[in-house]
């Protein structure tokens, strides 16, 4: 059988998903191989090598597949190094949430048949999000950035180790809520501002993060637009009945919560560090801007974010 590409670069996450995914990429390598789909690995030793090496792959035209083992963290790092190139990414889930992996349809717990996308699937032409801080620094993500009191649970969910996926959020958000404030933000999305106190915001092109929680529920990753989640001030009390809504994505009726879509978003509140994909991003301000098509994601049949079929 011909094969649709010449050759495959593997990057992998050993200590995603409790260190789950060193043992699913020997799985992948070994997929590979017997496949006889030639593959060189640009893991590194960080994410930045990982990062540079894929990146000067591309650049001299080496590699054009990209496979990343792991969660939403690696999916990450593959925005990072593959936004603009056209180079399509293969997600083989190995992390404790996979909301991106999810978003395309790639199934869980059978990294072969992740890897058959490769061959099967649909490679969907998808948005990406550029994130400027004020030193000029760039980052991209694919899904969420998070930049309030979800930023905060993240933080704290980093460092803990008894609880996994969407639990390690849930706990976090109960850990922190008790000392919680509302925060003073700055936000403006197209040229038109809006100031005051608020619990969360966040900025989407994809709808959920932390496992599964349906955070942004309307927001479509091919569609030009980011939506911006906007939680206005309730009593502790009130987010505490709120919150458990958003695995379902029901939270958005409430009147506390607003969802405007824009092309360039500015976020500003003291003392805020913004996360996106689950990784830290940096202290706020930050500009996002979307990228339209910048990322090819190989997928199922499906919408990416939707469950609505393409045609």
């Known amino acids: 059988m011909r094969l649709p590409f010449e050759r495959v670069g593997l990057v992998i996450n050993p200590t995603a998903g409790a260190h789950k995914a060193a043992r699913i990429g020997e799985q992948v390598r070994s997929d590979l191989a ?8 640009l893991s590194g030793t960080d994410a930045p090598q990982a990062i540079a090496q894929i990146r000067d792959a591309v650049r001299i035209g080496a590699i054009d597949r990209l496979v990343a083992v792991g969660g939403d963290g690696m999916v990450n790092l593959a925005t990072n190094a593959l936004s603009g190139s056209g180079v399509p990414l293969v997600i083989v889930p190995a992390g404790t949430g996979n909301d991106l992996a999810a978003a395309v349809g790639v199934p869980f717990g059978d990294p072969t048949a ?17 994130v400027t801080g004020g030193q000029g620094e760039v980052t991209w993500f694919a899904g969420v950035l998070a930049g309030g009191f979800d930023a905060i649970v993240n933080e704290r969910a980093n460092g803990i180790r008894w609880a996994r996926g969407s ?21 403006t999305i197209d040229g038109e501002s809006f100031d005051g106190g608020a619990m969360l915001v966040a900025v989407a092109n994809a709808t959920s993060y932390g496992g599964g929680m349906k955070v942004v ?66 202290p706020l301000p930050r500009t996002v801007e979307v990228a339209p098509g910048a990322m090819r994601i190989v997928g199922a049949r499906r919408r990416p974010g939707s469950g609505a079929a393409l045609p």
């Not at 017997?34 to 690995?41: L, S």
């Not at 706990?171 to 003073?184: D, N, Q, R």
């Open 34 to 41: 017997e496949r006889q789909i030639p593959f060189v690995d």
């Open 114 to 130: 992740a890897v058959d996308l490769m061959l099967t699937g649909v490679t969907h032409t998808l948005d990406a999000a550029k």
């Open 167 to 187: 639990a390690k959020y849930t706990a976090s958000a109960l850990l922190e809520l008790p000392v919680f404030h509302p925060i003073p933000y700055r936000i």
């Open 217 to 282: 529920p309307t927001a479509q990753m091919d569609d030009g637009l980011l939506d911006v989640l906007i939680l206005d001030q309730l009593s502790k009390s009130t987010f505490i009945r709120v919150f458990p809504k958003v695995f379902s994505g029901r939270h958005i009726s409430h009147p506390a919560v607003q969802i405007i879509r824009g092309r360039r978003i500015e976020l500003d509140a003291p003392g805020i560090v913004a996360y996106a994909d689950g990784e830290r991003i940096g």
